[in-house]
């Protein structure tokens, strides 16, 4: 796996010039300390002063996300990681993998979760559990990586998958991913963009997806650092600051490489 080079080389800042739109993931990516900053409202407006587009690719549920597309200065979000698309312009959810049968689906995925808590009876569904859609989340706190080593794998056995980032652990259908959450709304939504026009941004592993060779033009803040041997992909860029205070770096280089 190659390393990430540091945002701010001149390979960086040539291939970096032309984005007009940011693919981003929500917390640790843009949240500093779990919220979302005035320093960040002030990034996202001058990207947008500076004509380029913010677009959330998040692992949080339709019911939190739906309300953020509403207030925030972004063309839409991807949910549920890769789950389902809330377009700015009608706040109408729309389900991106194909699930046919939702009600059979969320009873598949509960029983999934109390296989795992069969195991591990503290586990705890996360707060914005009953407004999800695609997927079924509960808190990472207290897991080990050996813990989670062990639900992918009771997952995979499942024909289900597995994935986690620093807040939440995602139970969800195979190949329901950031990535492929992506890819459809670029076909569908901005069909004239190329990857040379779009950087995607994340810190965990829910979001190693966006760093695949698909989308050349990835970008970790600083954080992903923690998480990078056990990642097979890891993004081209880093940031050197972490969190929130990362996307405003990125941010800021990408309005001053226009330039």
Known sequence: MNQPQLLGSNNSRLALAKVQLVATDMDGTLTTRGELT???????????????????????????????????????????????????????????PDIPRITHHRDRLSSLFNRLKDRYPTLTPSVDNPYRITDWTFDITG???SDLAWM??????????FTYSTVQCHLKILRQNKAMGL?????????????????????????????????????????????????????????????????????????????
């Open 152 to 161: 992918q794998e009771t997952c995979e056995a499942q024909v289900m998958d």
């Open 38 to 96: 005035a320093e960040l409202f002030q990034a996202f407006g001058r990207l947008q002063a500076n004509g380029i587009k913010v677009l959330i690719v998040t692992g949080r549920s339709a019911g939190w996300v739906s309300g953020l597309v509403n207030y925030l200065p972004v063309v839409g979000a991807i949910a549920e990681n890769g789950g389902l698309y809330i377009d700015k312009a009608n706040l109408e959810p729309v389900i991106l």
């Open 183 to 259: 890819v459809k709304v670029l076909q569908q939504q901005f069909p004239s963009l190329s990857p040379a026009d779009i950087v995607t941004v994340g810190d965990s592993p829910n979001d190693e997806s966006l760093f695949e060779a698909q989308f050349p033009q990835s970008v970790g803040v600083a954080n992903v650092a923690y998480y990078l041997p056990s990642l097979a992909h890891s993004p081209t860029y880093i940031t050197t600051a972490a969190e929130g205070k990362g996307f405003i770096e990125l941010a800021d280089y990408l309005i001053a490489s226009k330039s």
């Open 143 to 145: 897991l080990t990586q």
